[in-house]
Each structure stands twice: as structure tokens, then as C-alpha cells.
């Protein structure tokens, strides 16, 4: 499995209304377990089917370049339009957002990483 390399352009935003982190393609991850008979409800309480759980991993920009990330506990849901990074699960996980408009800065034990 590949790192995928830009996220600007990989349809994958970052969502405050979502519980848990999202991702439609499995090539995104780096360990996966499949799941089965399971869903989760999002939207209009539609429920579409999750299909595996485990870490992602890609490249963000950062003001020096580019840094990898990697995300645990992300669920595989391929009927989603964007895969979704969950601002209220980078909370949980003891991660501060600062919001800049155009740009979100995650800090993380003391370590900047601008999205």
C-alpha cells in the first residue's frame, strides 16, 4: 500500500460534524481488518455499510514541505462522497485546532502540523 502523496487534491476534508475518521478508498491504509454486517448512520440518517477499520497513512504540506500522517481507528466506508478526518477525533486524541481560515493547524505533543 502506498503513501498517497497530495491531499489537497485526494477528496479528503477535514469535518467537524463527523464522529469517527472516514476513508472511501482502502489503498489509503496501511493495516486493515475487514469488517462485516456493520454500518454506520451519517447524513439524513442514511446508514451505508462500513467494510474495515485500522490506520491510514498519507502526506500533508507543512510549512517546510510535505510530513507524513498517520491516522488511527479509521473506518473504511466506500459509499461516502470525501473521505472525512474528524476534528472531534483529533480532539479526543489530545490534539488542539487552531482555525485560520483558510487553514487548520493540529498540534500534537508540541509539533505544529498545518493542513
Not at 503513501?3 to 489537497?8: A, F
Not at 472531534?88 to 485546532?97: A, I, M, P, S, V
Request: charged share 15%; aromatic share 10%; net charge negative.
Amino acid at each position: 500500500m502506498a503513501v498517497m502523496d497530495n491531499i489537497e487534491t485526494a477528496g479528503i476534508l477535514l469535518d467537524c460534524g463527523a464522529t469517527w475518521h472516514m476513508f472511501t478508498d482502502w489503498a489509503w491504509f496501511i493495516s486493515y481488518e475487514k469488517i462485516t454486517n456493520a454500518h454506520i448512520t451519517v447524513n439524513c440518517n442514511n446508514n451505508v455499510p462500513m467494510i474495515g477499520i485500522e490506520s491510514v497513512l498519507f502526506r500533508a504540506r507543512v510549512p517546510k514541505g510535505y510530513s507524513d500522517v498517520v491516522l488511527n481507528n479509521v473506518l473504511h466506508v466506500s459509499y461516502l462522497g470525501a473521505s472525512l478526518i474528524s476534528m472531534e477525533t483529533l480532539q479526543q486524541d489530545k490534539n488542539q485546532l487552531q482555525d485560520y481560515g483558510s487553514r487548520v493547524t493540529i498540534i500534537r505533543d508540541s509539533i505544529n502540523r498545518n493542513y
